[in-house]
Each structure stands twice: as structure tokens, then as C-alpha cells.
């Protein structure tokens, strides 16, 4: 094995504790304690495990958190009506809504209600326009947690082949944007691209977003490479992710473990943006 392992609880550590400066920085300079709500409707078992590490990681930041638990058949309209009140809350500044909602309920529609300047999920359409247009705005935490891992290699993004596997909005597609912004060469792959373990072999970055257990091993990568595991995979033996870890690694020159790579970043990136809500609010 030659790889370098990207731990990204260490590197969310860090980030961890220079955001809890931040937040004393807020309360003491400007008198602002940060606030998120979060928004769960029904009783998914892994959706509240979520939630629940949310809170405690406000708590352990110093960030004010509301939990918003709703009924499973709570309808439409009650919900629309919580997110305008916390929309209009001061104490407010970041809502995230916890997907999936239940079948009954329009999630493009509650997403849109979010006030984009409260959207720490980056998920609404004026956010994902701004991450298109390189303005200013959220950035989903998953693929913003990816560009935190990439950084901490120490290797450079311009000019450099970078590779996504998997289109998705919620990370793909907004991957494949930050990767270009830095000034990589970016394709994206997808279940219909031909010949992807070539196409993947082109990477100096490869970020693997599928969510299937172990697709990608060492055929699939340039020696040397950067691989980012951002699969969750739930097999007989545990939690593996979309890259064969022990196949990859000997080819690798850095690459992220499942667990404890890309998972434990998206919370932390939560709080970041959490904490810049707060901070351009109170300008
Ligand atoms: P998704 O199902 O929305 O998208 C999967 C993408 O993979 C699609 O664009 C599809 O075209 C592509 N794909 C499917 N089969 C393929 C194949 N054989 N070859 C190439 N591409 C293929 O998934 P998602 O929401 O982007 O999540 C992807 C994985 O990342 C899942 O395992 C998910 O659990 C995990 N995930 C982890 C975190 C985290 O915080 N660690 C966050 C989000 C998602």
C-alpha cells in the first residue's frame, strides 16, 4: 500500500476548533450568537441519528440550535408556514430541512420557500445559480467538505485533470463546479459514460459520488492521484464506500477511508456556513 490517507476527522477537527473561535470572535465583537434550525418531518430512524448530531455539534461550537420535529403526516401548507416564521426569526440565520421529506409532501416547493440568504444547505436554485456563476453564496457541504480534503493534500488544482464520477445535485454537478472554479480541467461521468475506468485514469483528482459498494479500483486509477470516496455503502460487513480502498491504495497517492473521509466534513461545513449566515447577516 502506497497511498496517503486523507483523515478527514483530523482535518474536521481543525476546521472544528477554528470555527469555535469564530463564534466567541461573533458573540464578543458583535454581540451575534449564530443560530440554525432544524426542520425534520417523520420518524426516519438514520434522518433523526442526523439531526441529532447536528445539535450536539452546535453545542459544541456555541451556535444556538432550534429542532423542529413534525409529525410524519404534517401537510404542505403547516410546513411552508414554519419555514416563513423561521425565515422572519432574528435569532435565526441558518435552516436546513432534512431529506428525504415523506411521499405526500412537494420537496422542490420546500426547498424553494427557504430564504436563500438562510439556505446553509445550499440547496436552493439562487445559490446553485450563484455556485454557477461564481458569486457569493452556499455552498452544499458535502462537495464544499470535498474541496476542504482536496486542500489539505497540499496539491494544486490548476491545470490539473480532475474527474467526477456521479451527476447528482447534491454533489456531482456542484463538485465539478468548485474543482473548475480552482481552475482544474473537470469531466463529469455518469452511468452512461463509455469506457469509464480510461476516462477515470485521465484524473489527477478523481472524486467518486456513485453510490455503489467498491465500482472503482486500481484499474480505474492514475498513479499518483488524489481519490475521494464520497460513496456510503451499507454491505454485510459494515460501511464500505465506491472505491475499493485496499485495490486503490496501491496506486493512489492520496485517498480519503470510508468511514472517517468525506462523512465527517458535511457537518462541519453545515456549521461554516451557519456561522457566515450570522456574519453577513449582521452587516
Ligand atoms: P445519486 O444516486 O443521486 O447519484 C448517483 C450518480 O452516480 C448518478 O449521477 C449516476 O449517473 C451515477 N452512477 C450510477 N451508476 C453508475 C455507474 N455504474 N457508473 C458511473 N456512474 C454511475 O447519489 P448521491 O446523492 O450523489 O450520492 C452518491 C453517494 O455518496 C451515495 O453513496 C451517498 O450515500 C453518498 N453521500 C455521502 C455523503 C457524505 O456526507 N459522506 C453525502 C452525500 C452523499
Redesign the pocket.
Known sequence: MSAKIIDGKAVAREIQERLAEEVVQLKNERGITPGLAVVLVGNDPASRVYVNNKKKMCEKLGIYSEEHLLDESTSQDTLLALIRDLNSNPRIHGILVQLPLPGHLDEKAVLEAVSPDKDVDGFHPMNVGRLMVGEPGFVPC?PAGIMELIKHTGVGLKGKRAVV????N???KPVALLLLAEHATVTI???R?VD?PGVAREADVLVV????PK?VNKEFIKPGAVVID????RVQTGLVG?VDFDSASEVAGYITPVPGG??PM?IIMLMRNTIEAARRKGK
Open positions: 458535502t464520477i456521479g451527476r447528482s447534491i454533489v456531482g461521468c455518469h452511468s459514460t469509464l459520488a456513485v453510490g455503489k465500482l464520497v460513496g456510503v455503502n465506491d468525506v462523512g458535511t
